[in-house]
């Protein structure tokens, strides 16, 4: 058994093959998974029903078990009001910045051949889609038992 909650076998496999530098996406269930994703991307889907996972949820998890260096979320069209979802990212991922991007800037941005991981979740709320990068893991002093 392992020690981290991150326990899917897949997610698990294609984080380990994953690097600095590497995206993982952690999307909404109204996002276009099938046509937005870059083509060497894993994608999982864990939208058992609708709302039942969120991004919010998987993205709590995934911070217990990878480095993030950046993060990017998708905007709605200028004068619509800040989807709530973006503030829940900001307040999880401080003191790093959360970068915005268009509908279709983010959808380019998930296509690129960067990405490892595409999650697809069953969150409901509109723009909840979140873009990480994986950053670098601490340096780490093994002592012997």
Do not use: K, W
């Not at 058994?1 to 999307?27: K, N």
């Not at 709302?51 to 950046?70: K, N, W």
């Not at 998930?110 to 601490?138: C, F, H, K, M, Q």
Request: aromatic content about 4%; cysteine-free.
């Amino acid at each position: 058994m392992l020690l981290t909650d991150l326990l899917h076998p897949g997610i698990l496999e294609a984080l380990a093959g994953a690097g600095h530098g590497a995206r993982v996406l952690l999307a909404d269930g109204h996002y276009p998974a099938s046509t937005a994703t870059g083509e060497r991307a894993r994608t999982v889907h864990l939208n058992l029903a609708p709302g039942l996972l969120d991004v919010t949820t998987v993205l709590d998890v995934l911070l217990r078990a990878i480095p993030v260096e950046s993060a990017h979320v998708m905007v709605p069209p200028p004068g619509e009001p800040e989807p709530p979802a973006i503030a829940e990212y900001r307040a999880r991922l401080t003191p790093l910045p959360v970068d915005t991007l268009g509908r279709f800037q983010f959808y380019d941005a998930a296509r690129s051949p960067d990405l490892a991981l595409a999650l697809v979740t069953a969150d409901t709320r509109t723009y909840a889609n979140l873009l990480l990068t994986i950053g670098v893991r601490a340096e780490r002093t093994l002592t012997p038992r």
